[in-house]
């Protein structure tokens, strides 16, 4: 791509009578290989891997992949499914997208132009000063979002979204000056959570059955029902928001994933 990186986000079910079929060698091997696939910053791997035990049933192993090319992320899985434990790894769910800027992210001018209508004057020395401040956060806050770190927090939470198209509440019908100012509100209450919450968008219009895709890590778990519940009162997600299935994990290295999911 001409910026960012390709984002795929695997989930897996235990086949437990496949699972039951394969001999004590071959559960060995395919263990040994999954956790190599597995394994962050090996020779030719994603640039960036998590992989994690995920909470009730729909899934029992996930994985989150970034990368430039996509098909580096695709041998991942490849490498899953022909594994000597790929019978028993069924695919329950995958999201295809990638990272971007979002268009409602304010550039130097209108993030001058929001302070200018909240009343405080160009000739302000603290106007002066958030600008200098914004303009030097904004290419690192740029950074972030289109080649992300993964932070190394214990809990991943993921959900797909889209912006409803309903008669009485079509956000693409809104222009963008409402939508932007909309999308403002939403970032003021996630900035709340700085600190115990990380969270990454990603693109997937085009790629996937929904728009955007929603990957949070935090600190503690309950950090992630406040912050999911807090955002859902902004105008933004109460009006015209819908999401998909929730996966929550808990982040582990290869060897202890695969041992906590009994499978080595």
């Not at 009578?17 to 290989?33: D, N, P, T, V």
């Not at 909470?55 to 580096?72: F, I, T, Y």
């Not at 790894?89 to 200018?116: C, D, G, K």
Request: net charge negative.
């Amino acid at each position: 791509m001409s910026q960012g990186w390709h984002c795929l986000h695997l989930y897996y079910r235990i086949d437990a009578g496949a699972l039951a079929r394969l001999s004590e060698a071959a559960r060995a091997e395919g263990a040994r290989q999954v956790a190599e696939a597995l394994t962050p910053g090996r020779d030719g791997g994603p640039e960036r891997m998590q992989a994690f035990a995920v909470s009730g049933h729909r899934a029992d192993l996930g994985a989150m992949l970034l990368d430039p090319d996509p098909l580096k992320l695709d041998a991942v899985h490849q490498a899953i499914r022909a594994s000597a434990l790929g019978p028993a790894l069924a695919p329950a769910a995958s999201f295809v997208s990638i990272t971007e800027v979002s268009e409602y992210v304010p550039t130097v001018e209108q993030y001058s132009e929001r302070l200018r209508l909240d009343g405080l004057s160009p000739d302000d020395p603290a106007f002066t000063a958030r600008v200098r401040a914004y303009e030097q956060r904004l290419p690192m806050m740029n950074q972030q979002r289109l080649y992300p770190d993964m932070p190394n927090w214990p809990v991943h939470c993921f959900y797909p979204m889209n912006k409803i198209r309903d008669p009485r509440a079509n956000w693409y019908e809104l222009p963008f000056s409402e939508r932007s100012a909309l999308m403002a509100e939403h970032a003021t209450s996630g900035i709340k959570f700085a600190g115990k919450v990380s969270q990454l968008i990603t693109a997937s219009t085009g790629f996937d059955d929904w728009e955007w895709g929603v990957t949070l890590w935090s600190r503690a778990p309950d950090y992630i029902k406040e912050i999911v519940y807090t955002m859902r009162f902004d105008r933004a997600s109460a009006r015209y928001a819908e999401f998909g299935s929730f996966y929550v994990g808990y982040i582990m290295p290869p060897e202890q994933l695969l041992a906590h999911l009994r499978l080595a």
